[in-house]
């Protein structure tokens, strides 16, 4: 592992160009590499962000990435709570990722018939690999310190010869879906953290930190080899002690 950085700005709205550079950079040094670029998106916040400011940076071309989901949700694709319908509609209809470079789940299968799936897809995809190695994962991180959904005290933190696990009682609603495991997570090339807002601040605070308590699911993504890096904004960080960069306006990573 390369260090973690930990980087606040004011607010999201000065984080997203940021992030969206930052996705573009890696991308482009990734294909110049090997001849594409793999992302893992996730939902939440990170919806809308990533969809105002990708289509908006000059000459972004996508016809070379291949996208997967770092967790989904069982539900139709047109369902609100379909991470892969909000980026289809959101997203996707804006930049030139092709059909075939997203990997989506198939929601009509039973939970664990659709882990094996999609874990069937990611071996495809990555056929050179025991365990993927995504160029980047995008990552968010919920109050209760669960990222991807991988919840606190959950046997699925202790997975390590799936790539892809079922989950049938997701604390969060809805209850089934289907989630990356922390050695695909702890694999990638560069892992980055989104989390903005003041109800993040002490769970924040536990996971870059550490305190009393379980370690809590977001504590555990140390990529093995690659980056990790947190993009917060200032209400966010409102509890950290430790030491954070906080760039100029126009900075990039």
Request: net charge negative; proline share 10%; glycine share 8%.
């Amino acid at each position: 592992m390369s260090g973690r950085r930990v980087v606040s700005f004011p607010s999201s709205v000065e984080l997203g160009p940021v992030l969206a550079h930052l996705v573009a950079c890696r991308a482009a040094k990734a294909i110049s590499s090997h001849g594409r670029f793999s992302l893992g998106l996730s939902g939440g916040s990170l919806v809308s962000m990533l969809s105002k400011e990708l289509p908006a940076l000059p000459k972004l071309d996508c016809s070379k990435w291949v996208v997967g989901f770092c967790d989904e949700r069982l539900v139709s694709f047109d369902d609100p709570e379909s991470t892969y319908g909000l980026y289809k509609n959101q997203l996707f209809s804006k930049v030139n990722i092709p059909d075939s470079g997203v990997l989506a789940i198939n929601p009509s299968l039973p939970v664990e018939e659709c882990a094996e799936d999609y874990t069937r897809k990611l071996k495809e995809t990555f056929p050179q690999e025991d365990i993927p190695m995504f160029d980047m994962l995008l990552l968010g991180m919920g109050p209760d310190g669960h990222t991807c959904s991988l919840f606190p005290g959950h046997p699925l933190l202790e997975e390590t010869e799936k790539i892809v696990a079922p989950i049938s009682d997701s604390p969060k609603p809805p209850p089934q879906r289907v989630t990356m495991t922390l050695p695909v997570v702890n694999s990638a090339r560069c892992v980055v953290f989104v989390s903005t807002g003041g109800s993040k601040a002490t769970v924040l605070k536990q996971v870059l930190e550490g305190g009393e308590g379980p370690v809590l699911p977001a504590a555990l993504v140390v990529p093995t080899h690659g980056e990790l890096l947190w993009l917060i904004d200032d209400p966010a960080a409102a509890s950290l002690t430790l030491q954070v960069e906080r760039p100029g306006p126009g900075a990039k990573l």
